[in-house]
């Protein structure tokens, strides 16, 4: 049994606890937050000890590994205290603030010799998998070009709207939008140059546009949370292959077409999660990439394995990329990587 910790009792956290409650082998044993009755809260949900410092849940509680569900600007202090206390750490994405932050993260874990994931949730996203595999196993040929998007409205749930302050959270870019380029990284490695362009206010890079520069294929992105407040959370990508052309969406409603020549269009079946083989209890369709992404980290913790669908060096190259947007953003030029 795998004893888990996790600091950050808010919306992430709220997730992350509903995957750990359909997992068998793991076991929720404590949780941490300075608002102690948030924390009692959710640990009430699933027989977990609440513990309002994070210290004392480490030094107390029984645990193997520690799960970082706090705002951005936090992730490198609680990940080096972990790795530090000889904990695997799994830590929600963007991996940190900047590149200095990053390293530093990296660092530790390598010292501390543990298991360390960022959260990049849409490499475990069904529909996201599904399309890795279609494009590697080239089911339509040749890839021309790829768009994908996420546009929310802006975003007003978080603890004393951290969120919205750029200095503490990076805008949209780099909370938001890293979703999409951190999957443009892990279909087709880093590109050889960014230019951006994008729309900036109080919350930073509020609304942004990537185009990526690869050899062989064209990949432009767009992500934003400027929308209005009854604008519909989407997140969208149409892939233009050789042969068709694959589409999905969420908003109005969700779809996911191939459209192939000779062919009507169709929806293919993707498959949903599962434990061990068996269909998981509870609602996991709904919890998606987060529950395929913990699963996956605490398989690799389980089984002594080192993660490699995400690897720390992946996490940093994603925000290093975002940096170099958000560089392009602001000089109106292409940025080499």
Known sequence: M??????????????HTNCYANLPEVKLVGIADKDEKKAAKLAGQVGAKSYSDFDEMLKKADIDMVDV????????????RS??????????????????????????????????????CIRFWPEYMYLKE??????????????????SPTPTWTWKNWILNPKLSGGASLD?????????????????????????????WSHIWTSYKYSDVTVVTEGGWDMPAKFPFNMCFR??????????????KPYFQIYES??????????????????AKGNISSLGGYFN?????????????????????????SLKIIMAEMKSAQTKKPVKL
């Open 293 to 317: 992404e913990i699963k996956y980290f605490t398989d690799c913790v389980l089984m002594g394995k080192t993660p490699r669908i995400v690897t720390p060096e992946d996490a940093a190259m």
């Open 134 to 151: 279609f494009i590697d196993k080239k089911k339509l040929g040749g890839i021309k070009s790829i768009y994908l998007s996420r546009l």
């Open 262 to 279: 000779k062919k009507a269009p169709y929806s293919p079946k993707i498959p949903a999660p599962k434990i061990n083989g068996v269909q």
């Open 83 to 120: 790795a530090r206390a000889g904990m695997d750490v799994l830590c929600e994405k963007p991996m940190a603030m900047n590149l200095k932050e990053a390293s530093a993260m990296q660092k530790a874990v390598k010292k501390a010799k543990v298991k360390f994931m960022v959260a990049h």
């Open 176 to 204: 938001l939008h890293i979703h999409d380029t951190d999957y443009i990284l892990y279909l087709f490695g880093k590109p050889q140059s960014v230019f951006s362009t994008g729309t900036k206010d109080y919350r930073g």
């Open 239 to 252: 892939v233009v292959f050789e042969k068709g052309v694959v589409d999905f969406g969420l908003a109005p």
């Open 2 to 15: 795998l004893k888990v910790g996790l600091v950050g009792a808010g919306f992430m956290g709220q997730m």
């Open 69 to 80: 569900c706090l705002p951005t600007y936090m992730h490198k202090d609680y990940v080096i």
